[in-house]
């Protein structure tokens, strides 16, 4: 049980660490860096949600033909769906960027950057939760250490995403500890949504394969609707490319390896 709850922590300790950044780091993180860092989370957040996710639900399927890959087909767009519902009624406002999105609020700008993250963190945590629960009801295709690699590799990513929230917020004006807790309590978002579908998977079971590839979507819809233009904003670079590729064999490599 310890193992599992640490399992779970995991991407949330990964966030904190990050976070932590803007008690070292006098400046916002230079540009280049920014974009290398942003290709990185998308690499692992495009790994993860293939090797994880995506690969173990169609595994999970006893029909044949069509049928085998139907619940991974409907669960990754009912995941986009999602999030796009989610992206549409929160109103939040992303990484260098001064127009808010979603409904109109009079909401502070670290506020709605905060939203945004938190968007961003819910489909990760479910994600864990997920692979968790397929695991602890013993799905052959689901291993511990392959949930302990999801939840590895999204810490990972989790790292340079910390910073990234937390060091702007500095810049603006915050304090040192506001920017830290801010940054760290973005990620909070994740151990819920693990453990709340964890409590759910006497209920969800039977819809593995439509949860896993649920959550793959919905981590996919991030990486296209938020990271990789994050990453594209301003001078071309290939830097974003460059995290992207070490992003995603790093976590290939994890749920192989530990897998």
């Known amino acids: 049980m310890l193992n599992i709850l ?5 991407p949330f300790i990964g966030t904190i660490l990050g976070s932590s950044f803007v008690f070292f780091m006098k400046k916002e993180l230079p540009n280049a860096l920014q974009k290398t860092l942003l290709g990185f989370a998308s690499g692992v957040m495009v790994a993860a949600s293939v090797w994880s996710l995506l690969i173990p639900a169609m595994e999970l399927s006893n029909e044949d033909g069509f049928m085998s890959v139907f619940p991974s087909a409907f669960g990754f767009m009912l995941g986009i769906v999602f999030l796009l519902i989610i ?28 939203l945004a993250v938190t968007i961003h963190n819910i489909p990760e945590g479910m994600a864990v939760g997920v692979v968790f629960a397929g695991m602890i009801n013993g799905q052959a295709d689901i291993s511990f250490m392959g949930a302990v690699a999801l939840s590895i590799g999204i810490a990972v990513q989790n790292v340079p995403e910390g910073a990234i929230i937390s060091m702007p917020m500095r810049a603006d004006g915050s304090s040192k500890k506001r920017s830290f807790l801010l940054g760290a309590l973005s990620g909070a978002v994740e151990p819920i949504s693990a453990v709340l579908v964890i409590c759910l998977t006497s209920v969800i079971l039977p819809l593995l394969p439509y949860m896993l590839a649920f959550a793959a979507g919905a981590m996919f819809y991030v990486v296209v609707e938020e990271l990789i233009p994050e990453a594209s904003q301003g001078n071309h670079s290939n830097m974003s490319t460059i995290g992207f590729a070490i992003g995603f064999v790093v976590m290939m490599v994890l749920d192989v390896v530990l897998g």
């Open 6 to 10: 640490i399992g779970i922590l995991l």
């Open 87 to 114: 992206d549409y009624i929160t109103p939040h406002l992303h990484l260098n960027n001064d127009k808010p999105e979603g409904p109109k609020t009079k909401l502070s700008k670290t506020t709605m950057l905060n």
